[in-house]
């Protein structure tokens, strides 16, 4: 394998890595305070793609700039995360908090497989490709390697930021010692005036904005086709478990580990590009169970 080959696969694993941690952040911060295994978290990715590619189109129909695109993505992953998410949480996942996790299991995969349907509903089985957000910027040369600045940059640019926003907030700020509150007890947090259920609602609309943004920004480097979200639920699982469930920060190691692990495959094994990322996961697990950066708790008798 060449020297360029190698720095291609980074690149590509850099990006990659980046995209998919957006999702799993959500995923682990919807766990690590609510404590719900979400099944249908992956929705929320393929949906913020298709909702970000409608406005995409939409602003070339109307002939506004393409540079409206960018904030076409954060709004439809907003439009997502607070209309869908927060609907699903009120209406439903509310009433299942506390209950066994094998019925939260089926529940949300019951939500997921009506909101796979209903993407089909809206968008049809033909796949979508927009192009404008990775035209824009152009490419850049790497040791004679042109790599897309879009992919380069943004992605993992977006990506650093909700890394550390979600680690000041939690850890700096008034809201996340109210989160970190009731992540510990909620009835205690309750007992001491603070609004549990609201804190529930919020966490869960942000999870679900993280995820939509990965899919919006996917959908300008990637075609999107029923199905998606299946992937997507399954891979951030993969990385959640990898990294400990409700770990943020291990959720961006564990992302970048498997993004350029299967990067390499595509480049050097292309038939084991889909087995790397769970075979990384179960290496993981079997040497440390909880994952990467789980820590030890004491338990409450």
């Known amino acids: 394998m060449s020297i360029q080959t190698i720095l291609l696969a980074a690149l590509d694993g850099l990006s990659y890595g980046a995209q998919v941690f957006l999702v799993a952040v959500g995923l682990s911060l919807i766990f690590g ?3 719900i295994v979400n099944v249908a978290h992956g929705s929320f990715y393929a949906i913020g793609a298709y909702v970000a590619a409608s406005f995409s189109l939409l602003i070339a129909a109307e002939g506004w700039s393409p540079w409206l695109t960018y904030p ?3 709004l439809s992953a907003c439009l997502v995360g607070i209309v869908l998410g927060g609907a699903l949480e009120v209406g439903l996942l509310r009433r299942i908090y506390g209950k066994e996790q094998v019925l939260q299991l089926l529940v949300t995969f019951a939500v997921f497989m009506i909101l796979e349907d209903m993407q089909k509903a809206v968008w049809g089985v033909s796949p979508y490709f927009i192009d404008a957000p990775l035209g824009l910027l152009g490419t850049v040369n790497i040791l004679g390697i042109n790599y897309s600045i879009y992919q ?3 992605v993992p640019f977006f990506a650093a930021v909700v890394l550390v ?10 809201l996340g010692r109210i989160v970190t509150a009731v992540t510990d007890d909620r009835e205690i947090a309750a007992a001491m005036g603070v609004d549990a ?4 609602l919020l966490t869960f609309m942000i999870g679900a904005s993280f995820a939509a943004f990965g899919g919006a920004l996917a959908s300008g480097s990637t075609s999107l086709v029923p199905g998606m979200g299946a992937g997507m639920t399954i891979l951030s699982f993969a990385i959640a478990a990898t990294a400990g469930l409700g770990r943020i920060e291990g959720a961006a190691v564990a992302a970048l580990m498997i993004g350029l692990g299967r990067s390499l495959a595509v480049y050097m094994a292309p038939e084991f590009d889909v087995l790397v990322p769970y075979l990384i996961m179960f290496l993981v697990l079997l040497f440390k169970p909880q994952g990467l950066f789980s820590v030890q708790q004491t338990r409450k008798v």
């Open 165 to 174: 926003s979600l680690r000041y907030v939690l850890r700096r700020t008034r």
């Open 197 to 200: 259920t609201r804190i529930y």
């Open 72 to 74: 076409a993505m954060i």
């Open 33 to 35: 305070v609510l404590r």
């Open 152 to 154: 380069l940059v943004i």
